[in-house]
């Protein structure tokens, strides 16, 4: 699981001091608004008032609203990339077979994206229409991918399918659009919230546990 993402945030980040303080100040304003909002319709103006610093000091460290908004996904998906592998690892550490260990990564995965689901969602909104925040983001889920690939593929001799790389590819990708649409994320914001959380976690892992253990039929 060494999959690195270059997140270099597009702005003039100062290391330490008052500076430093009041770049932060910056960044959580723009990510409280992005929350507050759901999406990223607020102005600089709007973020110097929540962050009590002067549109200025903002031009200092950023070209551009969007510059800002970047370095806003930066962060948060360092954070969402972290939980992730912690997820991920401790489920590898305590899964005591193929099944059990399905059922604890789906678990997982689907509840680290729920707990930043707020921050997330206006993310895959923009990567809509930004290039910059659709790449950073598609890197992030590469992470994820790979770390979920490389956790199930360790238990190889478990697997039925004939093909367990392709089988965990494809399972990773419904899991996740599954879970996605289920928290609104993207075009399928009218489905957010749909069904039961629980439910949907759960038949997840069941059928995802079915179609690693037994080969497809001809």
């Not at 992470?143 to 494809?170: C, G, K, M, W, Y």
């Given at each position: ?16 001091g ?48 969007d ?7 930066v962060r ?12 991920i ?13 399905v ?17 997330l ?6 990567a ?22 490389e956790?199930?593929?360790a238990?190889r001799?478990?697997?039925r ?8 590819n ?30 949907l976690?759960e ?16």
């Amino acid at each position: 699981m060494n999959v690195k993402v270059d997140l270099a945030a597009p702005s003039r980040e100062p290391l330490q001091g008052r500076s430093r303080a009041s770049f932060e100040r910056m960044v959580d304003a723009a990510a409280k608004l992005l929350v507050e909002r759901g999406n990223d319709e607020f102005t600089l103006a709007d973020v110097s008032r929540a962050g009590k610093v002067s549109i200025g000091s903002i031009y200092c460290r950023f070209d551009s609203k969007d510059d800002l908004i970047r370095a806003v996904q930066v962060r948060a998906l360092a954070d969402i990339d972290s939980d992730q592998a912690s997820g991920i690892a401790q489920a590898v550490s305590e899964a005591g077979s193929l099944v059990d260990l399905v059922g604890r990564l789906v678990e997982s995965i689907a509840e680290v994206l729920r707990k930043h689901s707020a921050i997330l969602r206006p993310f895959m909104l923009r990567a809509t229409t930004d290039a910059i925040v659709a790449g950073v983001g598609k890197k992030s889920y590469a992470v994820t991918e790979q770390q979920f690939h490389e956790a199930l593929l360790a238990r190889r001799d478990e697997i039925r399918h004939p093909d367990p790389e392709r089988a965990i590819n494809s399972l990773f990708r419904i899991v996740y659009a599954a879970v996605a649409r289920y928290l609104g994320f993207g075009s399928s914001t009218d489905a957010a919230w749909e069904g039961d959380w629980r439910v949907l976690k759960e038949d997840l892992a069941a059928m995802s546990s079915a179609f690693l253990r037994h080969p497809p039929r001809d």
